[in-house]
Structure formats: structure tokens, C-alpha cells
Nanobody, 118 residues
Framework: QVQLVESGGGLVQAGGSLRLSCVVSGRTFSAFDKGWFRQAPGKEREFVAA????????YYADSVKGRFAISADNAKNTVYLQMNSLKPEDTAVYYC???????????WGQGTQVTVSS
């Protein structure tokens, strides 16, 4: 059974930083793409960042490009999201996810709350 456990969320002032972590178990971590998504109140879940399984190539939503950085540690089965220069509009529940054999994100964490005060 695949499990993803996020941590690192919290309350931070605008301009501050947070680092989210997501530990993955039950799937060969290095063999699949990983991603971070977020959902703000009253809005749909949206893509934030992803990292490819092979090259470690990274992808970002335009809204976070230059401020957020995704990385992965295969030895620790952990994917990170470093968030800098946070803005109130970054407030959301953040979820990590891992792809399955069908090439889609099929396993998700429980989410961690990030709140940015102005």
C-alpha cells in the first residue's frame, strides 16, 4: 500500500519561507514522477511543481516559478518543496503525489496547511 506523509506546513508572514517534506512508502520512489499540488478554500486543486523520475527535471506553475523549488532525495524516499517569498495567495492545503504505472498521479498525501499572513 502506497503512503505519502507530508509535514512542514504552518503559519508564516508574507515574504517568509517554509519547506514542505513528503515521505513516500510502498512504491519504488525513484521510478516515478513526484509532484506538489495545492487547494485553496473554494477553489479547485491546482498543480504547483513536479520532478521527473529519470532526469530530475523540474516543472513549475507560473505563479510559483522563481520562488518555489522542488527536490527529491532518493535515499530518504522524500520529496521537498522549498517555498520562498511567500504571498497571502499561497495560502492553501498542500498535497504531494506520486505517479503510478499508468502515468498519472494516483497516490496522494493527506495534505498540510500553509497559511501566509499579510
Amino acid at each position: 500500500q502506497v503512503q505519502l506523509v507530508e509535514s512542514g506546513g504552518g503559519l508564516v508572514q508574507a515574504g517568509g519561507s517554509l519547506r514542505l517534506s513528503c515521505v513516500v512508502s510502498g512504491r519504488t520512489f525513484s521510478a516515478f514522477d513526484k509532484g506538489w499540488f495545492r487547494q485553496a478554500p473554494g477553489k479547485e486543486r491546482e498543480f504547483v511543481a513536479a520532478i521527473s523520475r529519470n532526469s530530475g527535471r523540474t516543472y513549475y506553475a507560473d505563479s510559483v516559478k522563481g520562488r518555489f523549488a522542488i527536490s527529491a532525495d532518493n535515499a530518504k524516499n522524500t520529496v521537498y518543496l522549498q517555498m520562498n517569498s511567500l504571498k497571502p495567495e499561497d495560502t492553501a492545503v498542500y498535497y504531494c503525489a506520486i505517479e503510478g504505472v499508468a502515468g498519472a498521479y494516483d497516490s496522494w498525501g493527506q495534505g498540510t496547511q500553509v497559511t501566509v499572513s499579510s
